[in-house]
């Protein structure tokens, strides 16, 4: 394994987690690491303490694949904590050409997981349905407002986490819609460390609690699980749909202004309704590098037989 290009792909897993609307676990499974990451996160249980009392630390730490771990949570952390204000920024100021990216991303990412589907069937069309009304369903609740407090810190940790592993379900859209994602963000770029803490200890229960349900189905019910999910992607699709009116706003925690309800537009007319350009052509131009960019990871995978 190319440690090296664990920690890229964890770069690349925090870079997509920092955006509403987009998983980092759609990235592990573009990226072909999906399972290495559930199995490895799967086997920090009390078989892996029994190895360290009886072999010592260094057989437990192969036991959980540790490096792996490591080199891929390492690029995650540096991703956030470095590229958290640049994609703010990207979101504020150039957010039809950004958000055509993850939209060109996410239909690429469909494609892929469905070539591993091995059987088509009514029973799986059902489960990929199921999984698009769940998602979607989602995407249309409104926003809470949860008080900033040590508990709400550590449960928005615990709750983002499980969807960040998800491929489809953002943990930042969960955190937008428990009114905890201006909180966490503005802690990450003020390096808040008490905040960092409780949010983190947050992740690490819900990681160790959730991979454990999710590897044990994907390896019973693959096929299944796998249609699931995929219909997670589809039904996020129109949230990340690039072209919306805002049709209300709220005021967050910060005192800004931020859209709360928004409908989606044609490109064709988005111009006409909200007196701004479309972007459309550089938009058309940012989806084709997104689906270039999941088709060579793909093509790099096959080669490097990751």
């Given at each position: 394994?190319?440690y090296?290009?664990t ?6 897993m ?33 078989t892996?303490?029994g190895?360290?009392k009886?072999?010592?630390f260094?057989a437990a730490?192969?036991?959980i ?25 990207l979101?504020?100021?150039h957010?039809?050409?950004l ?6 991303l996410?239909?690429v ?30 995407t ?10 040590n ?6 940790g615990?709750?983002?986490i ?14 937008l819609?428990?009114?905890?994602y201006?909180p966490v ?17 947050g ?13 044990r ?17 589809m039904?996020?699709?129109p ?13 967050n ?8 309800i ?11 309704i ?12 940012m ?8 088709l ?8 490097n037989?990751?």
């Amino acid at each position: 394994m190319n440690y090296f290009t664990t920690f890229l792909k964890g770069m690349a897993m925090g870079a997509a987690d920092v955006v509403p609307g987009v998983s980092g676990g759609t990235i592990a499974f573009i990226t072909g690491i999906y399972d290495t990451l559930l199995e490895s996160i799967r086997r920090i249980n009390p078989t892996a303490i029994g190895i360290w009392k009886r072999e010592g630390f260094t057989a437990a730490f192969a036991h959980i694949n540790g490096l792996f771990l490591i080199a891929l949570f390492g690029g995650v952390l540096t991703s956030i904590a470095t590229l958290a204000k640049l994609i703010s920024w990207l979101l504020e100021t150039h957010p039809i050409p950004l958000w055509s990216f993850f939209f060109g991303l996410i239909l690429v990412s469909i494609f892929h997981i469905l070539k591993q589907i091995e059987k088509r069937s009514l029973s799986r069309l059902v489960f990929m349905l199921l999984g698009i009304a769940f998602a979607y369903s989602i995407t249309v609740l409104h926003p809470l407002q949860l008080e900033v407090t040590n508990f709400n810190i550590l449960l928005a940790g615990a709750i983002a986490i499980c969807a960040m592993i998800l491929p489809g379900i953002s943990g930042s859209f969960i955190l937008l819609l428990i009114g905890m994602y201006t909180p966490v963000l503005a802690a990450v770029k003020s390096f808040q460390l008490d905040v960092l803490m409780l949010f983190l200890s947050g992740c690490v229960i819900g990681l160790l609690s959730f991979s454990h349900l999710l590897s044990r189905l994907l390896n019973s019910f693959r096929d299944f699980t796998l249609i699931f999910l995929t219909g997670l992607m589809m039904g996020t699709l129109p949230k990340i749909w690039p072209w919306k009116e805002t049709l209300s706003w709220r005021t967050n925690s910060s005192g800004e202004q931020v859209p709360l309800i928004e409908q989606n537009l044609s490109p064709l007319n988005y111009e006409s309704i909200t007196s701004e350009p479309a972007q459309l052509i550089i938009s058309v131009v940012m989806m084709l590098c997104a689906i270039a960019l999941v088709l060579g990871l793909e093509k790099f995978g096959e080669k490097n037989d990751i």
